[in-house]
């Protein structure tokens, strides 16, 4: 299994730009989750879905911030417009929920720098 | 969530065990135990986790007290591959998916 996918894994734009974050949970996960990792906040949840529905964006910051996730395999991140204060690691995160499904595999990350 | 505290750093020798406390005193009966750890710019990853048993997988052993109010992640044989940030999280399940909130954890440093 090729593990949770995010792309690209490097990104650096302008303030103001749109950018948009890509991830392909394992296949076969029903929920999938997305991180934002910075030196001073540490590792937060923005958002998750179960099912391909949102359960819980309690953790995004700001209606710059958006996520869908059309079908099982595929799901976006997308800020609009980006700002200097984004800057972070974004990581994505997918879990089964079948069996034990305690465990969440993550991918290795998003690095978003914007100037 | 119910909240953890955990040293923020350690030290340990190179085929030492590595035992890293937490605390988690106002944890709720049907709230688990898990940890994780994150290698230096790579994502997390599951180590283990217990909800009142102690547990055992081939990477560590989960230690959780009677009371939980606290828990003790042992790495048997640490490696200078273990170094990383190691985080202990306290979470129920929900509506499909549990959500876990990461406190700053302790960095365990393992040297020769």
């Known amino acids: 299994d090729a593990g949770v996918i995010q792309s690209p894994r490097h990104e650096v734009t302008e303030m103001g730009q749109e950018v948009t974050l890509r991830c392909k949970p394992i296949?076969?996960?029903?929920?999938l989750f997305w991180y934002r990792q910075t030196m001073m906040r540490g590792l937060e949840l923005l958002i998750y879905?179960?099912?391909?529905?949102?359960?819980?964006d309690s953790g995004m910051p700001e209606d710059r911030f958006s996520a869908k996730m059309p079908n099982a395999s595929f799901s976006t991140l997308k800020i609009q417009p980006s700002e200097p204060r984004d800057s972070a690691v974004y990581f994505c995160a997918s879990k089964s929920n079948s069996g034990r499904g305690d465990t969440q595999y993550f991918g290795p990350g998003t690095r978003l720098t914007v100037l | 969530d119910a909240k953890t505290t955990q040293p923020p750093s350690m030290d340990c020798a190179e085929g030492r065990a590595a035992n890293l406390p937490c605390n988690h005193s106002?944890?709720?009966?049907?709230?688990?135990v898990y940890w994780y750890r994150q290698i230096h710019s790579q994502g997390p990853q599951y180590i283990i986790h217990g909800l009142k048993n102690n547990e055992t997988n081939e990477m560590a052993s989960l230690i959780i007290t009677e009371d939980r109010k606290s828990s003790t992640l042992i790495l048997p044989h640490a490696t200078l591959r273990d170094t990383a940030v190691y985080y202990c999280?306290?979470?129920?399940?929900?509506?499909?998916?549990?959500?876990?909130?990461f406190g700053t954890g302790t960095q365990l440093k393992v040297e020769l």
């Open positions: 106002t944890i709720s009966g049907n709230e688990y």
């Open positions: 879905f179960n099912n391909n529905v949102p359960i819980d």
């Open positions: 999280i306290v979470s129920v399940l929900t509506g499909g998916g549990n959500k876990l909130t």
């Open positions: 296949s076969g996960h029903n929920s």
